[in-house]
């Protein structure tokens, strides 16, 4: 994604000169944490044009965006001599950079577009903004007015089209908004002339919308990931690149199971990695032979890879597969070198859990990125998620069987992050949760009776 902070409303070249110049003076001033100050002050002034209040969390969130910058700046320093000698050129660079422009000169002229009402840029801009604002009729008049624009491209350095916007993903943050009319906006846009699969330099390049709105979170958090994606479908959008990982990997990677079932449902190539992880038990079966060996092309990468995902996503009977033909109950897999009890409990899926605990997997084992154990995992994903309370409910069961199995809470894991404190207090004043975990908290977590 691109984590581009947004323009002020009426930009002013004048006003980003000065902004780099303000970061070249404070590096020149050689005072400890003078460029994290001026990155504050340039995270809260963003925040301020966004119409935020300053409250304590999004001073916390600004403290957040500045030691992000200024670690950002001191790698850029390690790489680039303009950086290093803190000259205006690489102030203005990193300025630029902060905006999602390649260059300060691109940036420029960006700037100079957007003065005029009517150019290329100024429309493109304002029918981003009516993308991810929901204005149909908006859109529909930049588009009568200006054809062209179905086709145009972001002077940003991912160099999107308006199709790409609408899957919420690769484009600025700020702009990662899915409103829930954006399956009849893809639609105008398709109508005006939009190739479905162009291509943005998003991620590296070759980045589609297709494979965009497929592991996206917003789209699937409006409701509105499958119909947008049978859309582009239907409209030919391709589903595969001609290399690479197919993009029904893609999904279970971003943690979209959802659209990896529906891209496998729609024919995606499929590896061992794949139909593991979207719970295809005869198409992962062809993956071995009789004797329960690999068969080429598949790897025992792939293995362990779709074993995290059938975990992370339930599907039980592929982990069971998987199990018997050796695959290691206390392997440390990726992205945080956790095991699957640790994604089945993160998941909430209670048979995957209960099958794991009767193979005897470690109940206390610790991933190596938060230092948390599966029964941290699974309270931490129920204490943050934002699915209803219904279908919150299958992780009662999840934690009680964890319960059962000699799984205790570490009460100091819970102070060391904001939201594993907001799942702590939710723990705390839920009875139903703290029955589940009877027996298993120590002092310094109480239930609302200790």
């Not at 303009?82 to 420029?108: D, E, I």
């Not at 009568?144 to 600025?172: C, D, I, K, M, Q």
């Not at 597969?321 to 209670?350: I, N, P, S, V």
């Not at 009460?411 to 004043?429: F, G, L, N, T, V």
């Amino acid at each position: 994604m691109s984590d581009a902070f947004p323009l002020a409303a009426r930009p002013n070249l004048e006003q980003y000169k000065k902004l780099a110049k303000d970061l070249q003076q404070a590096c020149q001033s050689g005072g400890s944490g003078a460029v994290r100050a001026w990155a504050a002050r340039w995270a809260e002034t963003i925040a301020r044009l966004q119409g935020l209040e300053i409250t304590p969390g999004v001073r916390r969130r600004i403290d957040f965006e500045a030691e992000r910058m200024e670690r950002r700046w001191h790698k850029l320093q390690e790489t680039n001599q303009n950086a290093a000698r803190s000259t205006l050129a690489a102030a203005r660079f990193f300025v630029a950079r902060g905006h999602g422009f390649a260059s300060w000169p691109k940036f420029a002229r960006h700037l100079e577009a957007l003065g005029r009402a009517h150019s290329p840029v100024s429309q493109f801009e304002a029918a981003v903004d009516a993308i991810v604002g929901g204005d149909r009729a908006a859109l529909e008049k930049l588009l009568s007015e200006n054809p062209g624009l179905a086709r145009a491209r972001s002077t940003r350095e991912h160099r999107s089209t308006l199709l790409h916007y609408v899957s919420a993903n690769g484009v600025e943050d700020f702009r990662q908004k899915t409103p829930k009319n954006i399956v009849a906006i893809a639609k105008l846009l398709l109508a005006a002339g939009a190739d479905v699969n162009a291509e943005s330099d998003a991620y590296g390049g070759r980045s589609t919308t297709l494979g965009l709105t497929a592991t996206s979170c917003h789209p699937e958090a409006a409701g509105v990931q499958l119909p947008l994606m049978e859309l582009l479908i239907g409209q030919g959008a391709a589903i595969d690149s001609a290399e690479g990982a197919g993009a029904v990997n893609g999904c279970l990677h971003n943690g979209r199971g959802q659209a990896a079932e529906f891209l496998a449902s729609r024919g995606a190539r499929l590896d061992l990695e794949g139909a593991a992880g979207t719970g295809r038990i005869e198409a992962v079966k062809s993956f071995f032979t009789d004797d329960g060996s690999l068969k080429p092309p598949a790897t025992p990468q792939q293995m362990r890879d779709g074993f995290a995902w059938a975990c992370e996503f339930g599907r039980t009977s592929v982990v069971d597969f998987l199990l018997q033909r050796g695959m290691d109950l206390e392997a440390k897999l990726r992205h945080d070198g956790q095991t699957g009890l640790h994604w089945a409990a993160c998941g909430g899926h209670a048979d995957t859990v209960k099958l794991l605990l009767e193979r005897g997997a470690p109940v206390g084992a610790i991933d190596e990125s938060y230092g948390g154990t599966p029964l941290g995992w699974a309270l931490y994903a129920w204490g943050n998620s934002t699915e209803t309370h219904a279908s919150l409910g299958r992780y009662y069961e999840v934690v009680a069987l964890l319960a059962r199995a000699g799984a205790t809470l570490d009460p100091q894991w819970y102070e060391d992050d904001e939201d594993r404190r907001r799942a702590a207090a939710k723990m705390r004043a839920d009875a139903r949760m703290v029955a589940a975990l009877r027996g298993v908290i120590r002092s310094g977590m109480p239930s609302p009776e200790g």
